[in-house]
């Protein structure tokens, strides 16, 4: 089979495989259901060949979340023992955080010396940071109001196997001291990606006030530390299809595509409120600030379809880091702009906590006015940064918002069932907005690079992978 007609015919096979399903689940045609699996399986047969031929990791993990679906659906009982593996990807990730964000940092203000210019990035990325996720947070208010997804709502759908743990109220004192670390210790161990980065931006200015006799030692260290993380998360990518597929696998396993029939509105809400948000807000940035939208969009393939697939931001972070930087964003920027966008940056979280807050009350059956609205998301919020590394982080701020308000806590037991759903789409939009907000930064500051070659790094080719410098190569699947 020629490679240029493989593409077409593995989105054929996907699609037609995709149809027959869909027809046989609203009984339009009846076939046996062996049938139909072996018409699925052999969609995916032409999809693995193509990505054998492809060889990419992204093309690897884009498969690998096709099959994982199917998995699940085919086999849910042996889908649901696969979580083991999708933690152990996540695991081995969060073990790179701390390390490689304190390398990158360190290396990236004391490095240079400019301490300047560390304040001219900090007060820049906030202002970017504020507008965008102000932008984000009316466009969830209006797209809830638009929709009414909460209006007549089942109270049944509330039950659930699952439990949050309640969350007590935050001051604003609370939040101010969240930022800063006690124990640099601990804060590596409770994922407090913020406190991290504040660490390394105090120890990094410590550092570059010291003699370079002084200096050189651990600047050395540092950097040697950084290069190490990145070729360390290179190694880990070669298990992130397998972490990606038994992640989908579990999903769709113990959830099942029926999920999606419950609380479809709330769902179908989110994910065009997400979208009107990347097309209205995102991309004219993008063109505002002359990012290079088709290389950016190349570049946060990976890094997106990881958190998708994951739910979790911090499963993305080396690899859109890595990204960035090849893309043209000098490394001091993004060592200092993305892990710091974890806390203050989370587009997609602020849309859907404003989303989700108007629908508790609509299905609670209570009218809240616009200033009532716009209180209650604004606290939402503030709540919310630092907590970026928390488990289920939205929905424990969500419940201990709308407690603090006196609104019924059943509707967020109600969201719970398909908040996996949910997740994915907005952590994506997560990872793309501070994927965004780090070439905005470059930009502002005049050291976006934009070299060509920057924007051809991963192979679509394998034969070409021998000219490509060693270190800029994406690592393949063999």
Not at 33 to 62: C, E, F, H
Not at 82 to 108: C, Y
């Amino acid at each position: 089979m020629k490679k240029s007609f493989l593409p077409l015919a593995t989105l054929l096979c996907i699609t037609l495989a995709a149809i027959f399903t869909v027809l046989q689940q609203y009984g339009v045609i009846a076939l046996p259901p062996d049938a139909l699996m072996a018409i699925r399986w052999a969609g995916i047969s032409v999809l693995l060949l193509y990505g054998l031929q492809k060889r990419t990791l992204t093309t690897w993990i884009l498969i690998s979340m096709v099959v994982g679906a199917e998995i699940g659906y085919d086999f849910p009982s042996f889908a649901v023992n696969l979580n083991v593996l999708s933690k152990i990807f996540l695991k081995l990730i969060k073990t790179i955080i701390a390390p490689l964000i304190f390398g990158t940092l360190v290396v990236g203000i004391a490095g240079h010396s400019n301490l300047k210019q560390v304040g001219s990035m900090g007060w820049k990325a906030i202002v970017y940071f504020e507008i965008v996720t102000t932008l984000a947070l009316f466009i969830g208010l209006a797209a809830i109001n638009i929709s009414q997804a909460g209006k007549g709502i089942d109270a049944g759908l509330a039950q659930s196997h699952e439990e949050i743990t309640p969350v007590a109220a935050q001051s604003t004192s609370d939040i101010i001291l969240h930022v800063f670390p006690e124990n640099i210790a601990k804060s590596v161990v409770e994922g407090q990606v913020l406190q991290i980065v504040v660490f390394s931006v105090l120890f990094a200015i410590g550092l570059a006030m010291v003699t370079e006799k002084k200096r050189k030692p651990m600047l050395d260290f540092c950097e040697s530390l950084s290069e190490t993380m990145f070729k360390f998360t290179n190694v880990i990518m070669y298990f992130a299809p397998i972490g990606v597929g038994a992640a989908i696998a579990y999903t769709v396993g113990h959830m099942g595509f029926g999920i999606l029939l419950n609380l479809f509105q709330l769902l179908a809400t989110l994910y065009v409120a997400l979208f009107a948000f990347a097309v209205l807000v995102l991309l004219p940035v993008a063109l505002i600030a002359r990012i290079p939208v088709k290389r950016f969009l190349k570049a946060i393939s990976g890094p997106v379809s990881i958190a998708f697939a994951t739910t979790s931001s911090e499963a993305a972070l080396p690899r859109a880091m890595e990204e960035m930087e090849k893309l043209g964003v000098p490394r001091k920027i993004v060592a200092f702009v993305m892990p710091t966008g974890y806390s203050f940056n989370l587009d997609g979280t602020t849309l859907y906590l404003a989303l989700a807050s108007v629908f508790v009350a609509q299905a609670a059956g209570i009218n809240m006015t616009w200033e009532q609205q716009l209180v209650m998301v604004f606290t939402l919020m503030l709540t919310s940064k630092g907590v970026a590394g928390v488990p289920r982080a939205s929905l424990v701020i969500l419940l201990g918002t709308v407690a603090s308000f006196n609104l019924p806590v059943w509707p967020v037991f109600a969201i719970l069932g398909i908040d996996e759903l949910m997740d994915m789409a907005r952590t994506s939009v997560n990872v793309t907005g501070n994927c965004l907000a780090t070439a905005v930064v470059a930009r502002w500051e005049g050291e976006f690079d934009l070299q060509p070659e920057t924007g051809l790094v991963e192979t679509t080719i394998p034969d070409l992978a021998p000219e490509l410098p060693e270190q800029d190569r994406t690592p393949e699947l063999v």
